[in-house]
């Protein structure tokens, strides 16, 4: 299915007044041939009064970013997308069957439907509501919060993220008469892209994991390359609507977190390696500083220690060097021996 683009002239206000002015005329016309018993020329005005009203059904109103997928009588005609004023034949029909789907997302066309359009009653002691549904389907780039997933990453740790996808439709007749509703179907193409992408990542750096899979281990993870995720999650996105007539602009994290059965336990994990780098850290800097202790006394010929004696300085340096806590110095007033 190709769209086509109807290049209807914006002739919406002529064919109003010309209909409001056959309106009138055919009133007129009904009380004058009923006062002079004129009755061919009375039922023909009668007639035209009762089936006028069909003409004004094919006035189309289209704002900017808008369009309008006429059918007639079954079939595909043609797409109205620049905005304006127009008159299309009055049998054909409008067709959106997305226009009742409200998903987590930035209104649609018709998602502002102020409070005065709503009605409800209650029958029964049953409440229902009602509100007017547009036929227009939005141009504009709308964005899609879908629901947090809880997934496996490539380790198999369960992991909570969410995604926002930003997206318009590019060709309306594949989004009509391709699929069911190409809402619906871009929140499930959303849900099932994103696991086969987060599958592939671990949610931080290990060891012997490929994520290009060109079989060499990487650094590739999900908190780290959130840019490379997003972009391999818009292009899987996009390989899947595209039978759909659906453009994605852009596709970004928006949450990212361990799952609450693991996270406590993930959570020491980290404390624990960090706490080993910071030692690691204070390690290497204090036998830095002893080496150069020891230097620093044997160029300037302040003292001259044995072994034995440089072990001692050496482990009394790394003990004041790596302790957590204010050392406690010792005076020896006698001997150095």
């Not at 905005?83 to 029909?93: D, I, K, L, M």
């Not at 709503?118 to 547009?134: A, D, L």
């Not at 997206?167 to 008469?177: G, N, R, S, Y």
């Amino acid at each position: 299915m190709k769209e086509k683009i109807l290049d209807n002239r914006k002739n919406g206000f002529i064919m109003m007044i010309l209909f409001i002015s056959l309106y009138i005329l055919a009133t007129v016309l009904c009380i004058i041939t009923a006062v002079h018993e004129i009755w061919p020329l009375m039922t023909l005005s009668i007639i035209y009064l009762s089936i006028g009203w069909i003409p004004f059904m094919g006035l189309k109103v289209l704002k900017p970013q808008e369009a309008l997928v006429l059918t007639l009588f079954g079939q595909y005609i043609g797409t109205l997308k620049d905005a304006g004023f127009y008159f299309v034949n009055p049998f054909c029909t409008s067709v959106n069957p997305a226009a009742k789907t409200k998903l987590n997302q930035s209104g649609d066309v018709d998602g502002g439907v102020s409070s005065h359009n709503r009605f409800s009653f209650s029958t029964n002691g049953t409440v229902y509501e009602s509100q007017p549904v547009s036929k227009k389907i939005s141009l504009k780039v709308m964005t899609l919060n879908n629901n947090r997933q809880k997934i496996n990453d490539c380790l198999g740790n369960p992991v909570e993220i969410g995604i926002a996808v930003m997206w318009q439709v590019e060709d309306t007749a594949k989004a009509v008469f391709n699929v069911d509703n190409f809402k619906e179907y871009l929140s499930l193409q959303c849900d099932s892209a994103l696991r086969n992408i987060v599958r592939v990542y671990p949610y931080d750096v290990a060891p012997n994991v490929d994520t290009t899979g060109d079989g060499i281990a990487d650094e590739g993870s999900l908190r780290g390359s959130s840019e490379i995720v997003a972009e391999r999650i818009r292009q899987e996105i996009q390989t899947k609507v595209e039978n759909a007539g659906l453009r994605i602009l852009e596709a970004r994290i928006t949450y990212l977190a361990y799952a609450p059965e693991i996270a406590a336990v993930m959570l020491q994990r980290q404390q624990a390696s960090a706490i080993i780098d910071a030692r690691k850290m204070i390690v290497d800097g204090a036998v830095g500083m002893v080496e150069m202790a020891l230097e620093r006394l044997k160029e300037n010929n302040v003292v001259d220690l044995d072994d034995e004696r440089k072990a001692v300085m050496v482990s009394n340096l790394l003990v004041v060097l790596c302790g957590n806590h204010d050392a406690q110095p010792v005076v020896n007033s006698g001997s150095l021996y």
